[in-house]
């Protein structure tokens, strides 16, 4: 029999690369076998939940597919659109849940951590591929295993730089400089892929955690200190890699403007909105502009037969907008001012209280870091969702969460050999 911790690795390797075996030829049907997978993986361990966090976990995804199907009614969607929309915002906590829900041994949690730099490794050779030898004329194509997907260099980028971080953090026995020579190595994707948007929310990110562990003088000089030298070290950074972009999009009024531009989003929903009810559960799921609206018109064959319902205007309107403004556009614009963002697409569909249901869930995560690394990974989700739709990108989501695993079951061992009885009520 499979160890639950094999499965594990198995599935992030499912929702890692099908994009890379969908460009050599696989069928597109690959990316949704992660979808099976994970109510596999979620099926075998719930009647074996035992921990505290995990029940949480349980109790309030629940809430959220109680909260969907509710959204559902209201809107007359599909069966499909509670199953779909329920899946691509769950998944990560499912997979927490799961990690969080047994104990794995001391062996098995380095087996787990082993496999993920092996198949951040996979990704960044073919990073330096794309980069030196292909030679990409276009940034946005060094994309790793995330190849042929529209935002895939941003994904990409986002993974190698996390993973630079997460080396240089948990291999201590390892020498300092080795740590970070191989920080290094994949923290230059941000610079081969142009993902200026990465390098933003890192910094972005780190200046929150700082704020987060304010607690006397001492450590609020420490920390001033510390995010100093990081924001000019990255300003440094930005004016070598990034010198032209930095220059066109580095001016007040143009920033203030694309946010007003992004923000739009939200009357552009509200104009659609055809009952008081539509403030509380939104205008349905996959009726909006999350990910399952995306995916309806590109797989429209395979999903109408199968009774998928969808509110194409509304997508229209704001993909229109998106498309048509100059600080948004594909050709001019910039992804951080899209109107297609996490966020706004869970209230679009599902309203204040799915939105309420799903923060609730965001803090159960947060209640589980037990390090400032895990809560820095964390942080770095919560504001790639304010950009894009990255809550909702399989292969990012389950990645960063297996990170946050890692530490979590890493911890529980530590906590398991000191005080066993504490561990148990984890």
């Known amino acids: 029999m499979i160890k639950i911790s094999n499965l594990i690795i198995i599935f992030i390797a499912v929702v890692f690369f099908p994009r890379i075996l969908t460009a050599m030829g696989a069928p597109a049907l690959i990316n949704f076998l992660h979808f099976p997978f994970v109510l596999l993986l979620t099926g075998s361990i719930v009647p074996k939940i035992t921990t505290l966090t995990s029940k949480k976990f349980f109790i309030g995804l629940f809430i959220l597919f109680t909260t969907i199907t509710a959204s559902a009614l209201i809107n007359n969607a599909g069966f499909l659109n509670i199953v779909l929309s329920f899946l691509l915002l769950a998944e990560p906590f499912l997979l927490l849940m799961v990690i969080t829900s047994i ?9 787990f951590k082993t496999w993920l730099m092996i198949f951040s490794a996979i990704h960044i050779i073919i990073i330096y591929y794309q980069f030196f030898i292909i030679r990409s004329p276009d940034p946005d194509d060094v994309q790793g295993v995330f190849t042929g997907q529209g935002a895939g260099h941003h994904v990409g980028g986002a993974i190698a730089l996390a993973v630079a971080v997460f080396f240089v953090m948990t291999y201590p026995k390892l020498a300092l400089w080795l740590r970070i020579l191989v920080g290094v190595i994949f923290a230059a994707d941000i610079s081969f892929s142009d993902s200026k948007q990465v390098l933003i929310v890192f910094v972005v990110s780190f200046v929150i955690i700082i704020f987060t562990k304010l607690k006397n003088l001492g450590e609020i000089i420490k920390y001033l200190a510390i995010a100093i030298i990081i924001i000019g070290l990255t300003y440094w950074f930005a004016q070598i890699a ?8 580095g001016k007040d009024d143009r920033i203030l403007q694309g946010i007003g531009v992004k923000f739009s989003v939200f009357p552009i929903i509200n104009s659609y909105y055809s009952s008081p009810l539509d403030w509380l559960f939104g205008i349905g799921p996959g009726h909006s502009i999350g990910r399952l609206a995306w995916l309806i018109p590109d797989y429209q064959e ?16 704001i993909f229109l907008v998106n498309d048509t403004h100059p600080l948004t556009n594909k050709i001019t614009g910039s992804s951080m ?37 895990s809560q820095f990974f964390l942080v770095t989700i919560l504001v790639h969702g ?35 009885l504490l561990a148990k009520k984890a």
């Open 302 to 317: 395979l999903l109408q037969p199968l009774g998928i319902t969808s509110n194409p205007e509304v997508a229209e309107t």
């Open 103 to 111: 104990p794995i041994s001391q062996t098995s949690n380095e087996q």
């Open 386 to 420: 304010a950009i894009f739709s990255w809550m909702e990108e399989p292969g990012y989501m389950l990645f960063m969460i297996s990170l946050i695993g890692i530490q979590w079951q890493k911890a529980q061992l530590t906590l398991l050999a000191t005080s066993p």
């Open 337 to 373: 001012f899209s109107l297609t963002f996490s966020w706004a697409g869970v209230w679009g569909d599902l309203g204040i209280i799915g939105l309420g249901v799903y923060l609730y869930l965001w803090v159960l995560v947060w209640k589980t870091c037990p390090d400032t690394l």
């Open 242 to 249: 990034f010198s032209s972009s930095l220059s066109f999009w």
